[in-house]
């Protein structure tokens, strides 16, 4: 399975962003990660395609919204009241359709069968 992000850009603070990733085949967890410089690569949002469950990291609670569309395999991030710290390149991950990954492990990167090549978000203050 092939993912192709899109979406990233630079922006102001408090602007909103959407990202955008489409899978090559079917996949039953979609997720987004972000690296910042200098930094590790760390979790933001995810979801199920079944069923839809969403999972959030704590600090983009009520900011960020992860959706999908399951007939075009694609899933988006809706990035509103952005802020410098959410800087990063965001990376898109999937996990093979034959695995199911528990509520406790979305987070974790090695969880994740499939990597898109990243989009630069910059947040500009």
């Known amino acids: 399975v092939q993912l192709q992000a899109s979406g990233g850009g630079l922006v102001q603070t408090g602007d909103s962003l959407r990202l955008s990733c489409t899978a090559s085949?079917?996949?039953?967890?979609m997720a987004w990660f972000r690296q910042a410089p200098g930094k590790e690569r760390d979790f933001v949002a995810a979801i199920r395609r079944a069923g839809g469950a969403t999972f959030y990291e704590d600090s983009v609670k009520g900011r960020f919204t992860i959706a999908a569309d399951n007939a075009e395999n694609t899933v988006y991030l809706l990035m509103n009241s952005l802020k410098s710290e959410d800087t990063a390149v965001y990376y898109c991950?999937?996990?093979?359709?034959?695995?199911?990954?528990?509520?406790?492990?979305?987070?974790?990167?090695?969880?994740?069968?499939?990597w898109g090549k990243g989009t630069l978000v910059t947040v500009s203050s």
């Open positions: 991950a999937a996990v093979s359709p034959s695995r199911r990954v528990i509520n406790t492990a979305v987070s974790m990167p090695r969880m994740y069968d499939y």
């Open positions: 085949g079917r996949t039953s967890m």
